[in-house]
């Protein structure tokens, strides 16, 4: 069984860098054909697609976040970790990793075959 879990700190400070991590179970981040993905919900909003790694290592990102987000990934862990800097009020939301396949980019959960089951990220001085 496939399993995702984000982790990472609950509250971050305007301006500085939010930083989660993916540790995916049951399948490798390698694995030919899917892309790791984070998206997040802002309250009282829809999902947002932030940005996607690919199993070769490539990354993709939504051009209204491009300039601030940056996806790595540790193969040995098989973990992928989401940096978003220049924090706002604005990015404040639950955050989420998932499985998706080509195209990628979804906006819906049905988008998707695997998710983790978010985490609550606040932009708050």
């Known amino acids: 069984q496939i399993q995702l879990q984000e982790s990472g700190p609950g509250l971050v400070k305007p301006s500085q860098t939010l930083s989660l991590t993916c540790t995916v179970s049951?399948?490798?981040?390698?694995?030919?054909?899917?892309?790791w993905t984070w998206l997040r919900q802002p309250p009282g909003k829809g999902l947002e697609w932030i940005g996607a790694?690919?199993?070769?290592?490539?990354?993709y990102f939504n051009p209204s976040l491009k300039s601030r987000a940056s996806i790595s990934r540790d193969t040995t862990k098989n973990q992928f970790t989401l940096q978003l800097k220049s924090v706002t009020p604005e990015d404040t939301a639950v955050y989420y990793c998932?499985?998706?396949?080509?195209?990628?980019?979804?906006?819906?959960?049905?988008?998707?075959?695997?998710r983790g089951q978010g985490t609550q990220v606040t932009v708050s001085s």
């Open positions: 049951g399948d490798s981040i390698t694995t030919t054909g899917y892309y």
């Open positions: 998932a499985r998706e396949t080509y195209p990628i980019g979804g906006t819906t959960w049905n988008d998707f075959d695997f």
């Open positions: 790694i690919s199993s070769p290592g490539s990354t």
